[in-house]
């Protein structure tokens, strides 16, 4: 599935801003069912100093300072994506999850190392007994990873409300479990904290998802959003994709931006100014499918 | 008698003090003092024999060279905490820890090789991370601690320093070896304060010092300086101690280092990145920074990319460092190798780099990330200690750390025994430790043995490290020395490394960076400036409140007693308010209550160090920006102030409440006063940190003389009520109208001496003038030929004061109480000190903080 992508944003200062640093997160990265076929990334005003590189996620970042004047700034990124379904996932047939531990002791191979980094407490991920208890349910000994984590999305889908405006980037995974609401990041981060109590890596992907308009209305342009899931590491399966918001399991439809140990990694602007008051940020986002022979 | 032990139970009765039944030395436990046979060892006999002929007056002496060096260094361990000043002295116990220097090499050599191992391994884990990927170090140690920082991966670090000043907390267990407790790789803290009691001790005990031959600290300090600087590629580098604020509890130390070392102290928001470079904000300008000693953890310092909460760093610092404009000491993520999980793995890791062993062990300590070692902790926790590792340090106060075995309840066993199954990556267990126990002092009349570590500071060189000789020791009074000890001490000590004959070291000098003759001080930090104008306006609002107060107190006394004449009494109370020493409702009740009353509200004034609005609140700020500029004063101008500012906290203790005594008090300060203000013109170069000083005193004093002639001068008679010797008193122009008019004051002649005369050093149009002088001194953009906006402001006031016919002013017109003319005179004067203060503040003190631009708070997912 081919797509064409266009994430805006816009921050409008009350007063002007002497000098603004920004790092970016919103270059597409690519992996091996996603691949980029045009991007670009357009800043206004034009940054003085703009320098563009990987993270240590291999996230493409963006570093730029804008040393003009301005009382707003807009961010803009297009991009053309080509995302191919996965392979049809057999949940039962992956290894039991209390077999995970014992695997991933000694491992030294870079697949494995690389798991391990999402294997810990991270400053928005914080795992706590409660969500040990809260994930064991999902969990009988011997149970296959792959269908206690399905499991797991299934239950937060059923038993959480989704609720925007509850919760914000800091709220702490022990209050998302105990008020039972809030957004897509919160579900994520709170099966991401439930696996790793588990000793289970699992990583956050924040990224975009194909919206189909009620029947009988047209799409509207900018009316998406940016959206996040999860990624599970399983031995030989590698990483797998599981959005407890839609209690699915991610096919062509989820557009993958960015991965880190939460949304602190991924974050797609900060920005520190010096100057210009309030400000608030606008963003449109919108995801469209396009036909092969239009971009050949 | 034993020759070994020439000084036990000598024939002088003083030296009781060390008879040995009054140390007695602890069974299991090693004594530095006293060895195994019970004889004192070696490296201590003369030193002992020296303490012991000490007679009562020369240990009286000592201990009060000691408070007094104290005293005036101002060493406060807890600066203010939430705002609230509640600094802690810091404790000292002048005997030393002596340690002699076959030992000392020894410790040396161990110490040494360790700060290169763990440079090392902050090199591979920031790095290629080979010891992860052959499975030297299981992946949870680094990935699992919060201290290893994502961004700083793969950022160069100049000639693969990592470690440019770390710290070893050290221990002797019983059977006499050291032990390493913890590695302080992130910014120890702790070498400004071993620098501190050195110099202390050694001025204590001067003969001890000399004749004990002790190795000197001050090399140590400069080695660091010198090879810091070398990491910078400019020849006349700019380094700064990064601080988080005088809020700190280590700010003390922090300015302690920036004077000894000559950088400049600075927070986050007194710089600024640009064009990927790193600028300090200087009233000159924006000055690229090349070199940072930090005192501020890691994770705080780049609120771009690291902890985004932070408002302590600057935004892009790591991108200045990427671009290899700046070199930070430590590195950014240093932290990493600070972690006690670590401490079990440097055996293998030693081997690894180096094909040997470690020179120095670490405590014996389990970490419960793998297997084995957690079963040994969780069936051995009653003789352990267990400690939470691999918290991020800014958390460390918010969760209880360190589980004492032998002391948890069955609860609290059963819980922790739970946590350390599921999450055991983040404990260690570690052996407890019976350290060696030396002798403490305190003044007293006898020695007893107490527990004690010890912290050791390494600093890097060209070829590899250099260790401090010396350090911060640490004792445990409280604790009973045979129980078990494992909180750090709560007095310290200086250590006493002896030399050998030829240990005499020349003093490096620089080789690469060759001395820039300088002028004038151009660096100074726009805080620095701020603080300094601050200084000046409290200096002087200080000055005029103890003058204020000396001539009200004399007014209540003797011939020119205060008689309970009611405008006489409401005139000085209304004096009282308007220096904000009264509310107006006090001051009411005041006047009715009469001569007594008003006296009465005087002596809270002066005397009660809690009063808000008593003379002591004043006093504190002056004492208050004096700490944070210190750096800029000369140490007799900081002695000065130091005295002034704790008269009344001294007088109050004897509570010498007679009117004598105020007097005499107020006296002091007033010579105090004088004495700063000689150091300042007489001594301070004339930088623009003089300037800015002085243009504080300069605005200030226009402000409060304004304030005088309004009280006493604007309406009624002034001259038939006394208000006019007392305008002259406190403006302190009284000899100069006297030799001049040798007349009856008249206000006419009053208010040209105090308005207009230029010649006159207290006038107000002279105060503008200096105040013109100095800030056409300061650095300014270059404009056309007007004047600037501080120049027309001066310029109007001057020319309105100038033409106003003094003689007119002065009379009042009939059926009005009020001279108009001169109250508009006044009002347009307090105007422009008003306007001038905003504009050097618009100008010059630019440190304001960068805001957090934040992105959509949630995202708004599709359910």
Redesign the interface.
Known sequence: MIYQVTHRTTFDYTQPVAISHHVLRLVFRNHPRQHSLRSSLTIDPSPSVRSDGKDYFGNPLTHLTIETPHAALVVETQTTVDVEKPEPIHLDQSLPWDQMTDQLQGATDDEMLDAQQFLYDSPYVTIDDDTYDFVLECFPPGRPILAGIMDLTSRIYRDFTYEGGVTDVSTPVKDVLMTRKGVCQDFAHLAIAALRSLGLPARYISGYLLTHPPEGQEKLVGADASHAWLSAWCPSLGWIDFDPTNNCIPSDEHITLAWGRDYGDVSPINGFMIGGGLHTPTVSVDVSPVSLPSII | MDSLMPSFASESPDSSILAPMNYPPQPDTFDELIGQDGSVRTHWQGFLKGFSALDDTDRQAARETAERLLKDDGVTYLAGQDGQQSDRPWQLDLLPLLISQEEWTQLEAGLIQRARLLNHILSDLYGPQQL????TL???VV??N?QFL??C?NVPVQGGTYLHFLAFDVARAPDGQWWVLRDRTEAPTGAGFALENRIIASRALPDLFDETGVQRLSSFFQTFSHNFLEFSQRDDPLAVVLSPGPQNVGYFEHAYLSRYLGYPVVEGSDM?????RLFLKTVDGLKPVDLVLRRLYSDLCD???L??ESALGI??LL?SIRAGHVTMGNALGSGLVDSEVLLSFLPTLSQFFFSEGLKIPSVATWWCGQ?QERAYVLENMKRLMIRQV?TPQRNLSQRRLSSFGPDLTARDEQELR?AII??G?EYVGREIVSPSTTPFWGGGDQLRPVPMTLRLYLTATKDGYTVMPGGLARVSVQSDPRGHWHEPGDFSKDTWVKSGPFDHQPVVAPAHHTLALRRGGRDLPSRTADNLFWLGRYIERAEAAIRLLRSLFLRTSGEAGLSDEPETLSRLVSLLVMQKHLSPRRAKRAVKGGADMVEAELRTILFDPDSPDGLATILQNVRRTAELVRHRLSQDTWNILIELTSVPKDWARTKGQRMDDALRLLSRMIQHLAAVNGMVMENMTRSYAWRFLEMGRRLERVRHLSKLIRHLASRGTPEETGALNLLLELADSSITYRTRYRAEAKLAAVLDLLLADETNPRSMIFQLHTFETHMNDLPHEETAASLNPAQKIITRVCTDIRLTDMIQMAELAKDSKVRASLVRLLKEIDQGVYQLSEIVAQTYFSH?L??????????????
């Open positions: 992860l990927k052959n499975g299981p992946p949870a990935f699992g919060p994502q961004p991966h600024t990145v640009r064009d990927d609120p771009l990319e902890s985004t935004p892009g991108q297997a691999l739970q599921r999450r990556h304001s960068a805001q957090r631009i934040s992105g959509p708070q949630w995202l708004e997912g599709i359910p």
